[in-house]
Nanobody, 118 residues
């Protein structure tokens, strides 16, 4: 089992920045990729960014140039740096982890709220 705990959400004005953290614990040695997703009210959950065990990253088109995903293996933590935030970035942000590169996500965090005011 893997436990994921997100932190760093909050209220920020448009144009501001936030950094989300996802701390992983448990059987993390077999995790091949981690990701950040978000779900806005009334909308489906969407993937925002992913990072593999070797550091390869992918970002959704809607956040490219504004968000960065990174990881600190010594701290078992994945970060989502969010800059130039927009009101449409408002959502609950979830961290996830998967054992395999091309499989479904195996573990989810509880989510952290990000609210961007205009």
């Amino acid at each position: 089992q893997v436990q994921l705990v997100e932190s760093g959400g909050g209220l920020v004005q448009a144009g501001g920045s936030l950094r989300l953290s996802c701390s992983a614990s448990g059987s993390i040695f077999s995790i091949s990729r981690m990701g950040w997703h978000r779900q806005a009210p009334g909308k489906q959950r969407e993937i925002v960014a992913t990072i593999t065990a070797i550091g390869s990253t992918n970002l959704a088109d809607s956040v490219k140039g504004r968000f960065t995903i990174s990881r600190d293996n010594a701290k078992n933590t994945v970060y989502l740096q969010m800059n130039s935030l927009k009101p449409e970035d408002t959502a609950v942000y979830y961290c996830s982890a998967a054992y395999l590169i091309n499989s479904m996500w195996d573990f989810w965090g509880q989510g952290t709220q990000v609210t961007v005011s205009s």
